[in-house]
């Protein structure tokens, strides 16, 4: 099982640029399909990117060209680059993996990020 810990959430005005970084301790997130989910108050949460462990990626149609999803497997980290980004990208942002095999599923504790104008 894995334990995630993102980080990277910070305020930032609209048009910035951010990365969020997904971690883990226990097993490594090579075995893992990766996401990130975002939720705005009052919203559901959402799906932004995943990335699969054939390197197989998809986003979100509102962040598309903005958003980039990577994983570098050597340093054990999936990272969400968000760039021009908008007043309504704010939101908590968590990282979901899945092991490939047996299902099993972690969530991390999330973290904020804060888009002014």
């Known amino acids: 099982q894995v334990n995630l810990v993102e980080s990277g959430g910070m305020l930032v005005h609209s048009g910035e640029s951010l990365r969020l970084s997904c971690t883990s301790s226990?097993?490594?997130?090579?075995?893992?399909?990766v996401g990130w989910y975002r939720q705005a108050p009052g919203k559901q949460r959402e799906l932004v990117a995943g990335?699969?462990?054939?390197?197989?990626?998809s986003y979100e149609d509102s962040v598309k060209g903005r958003f980039t999803i990577s994983r570098d497997n050597a340093k054990n980290v999936v990272y969400l680059q968000m760039n021009n980004l908008k007043p309504e990208d704010s939101a908590v942002y968590y990282c979901h993996a899945e092991h490939v095999f047996n299902g099993m599923e972690s969530w991390g504790k999330g973290t904020l990020v804060t888009v002014s104008l």
């Open positions: 226990g097993s490594r997130l090579i075995g893992y399909a």
């Open positions: 990335i699969m462990r054939s390197g197989t990626i």
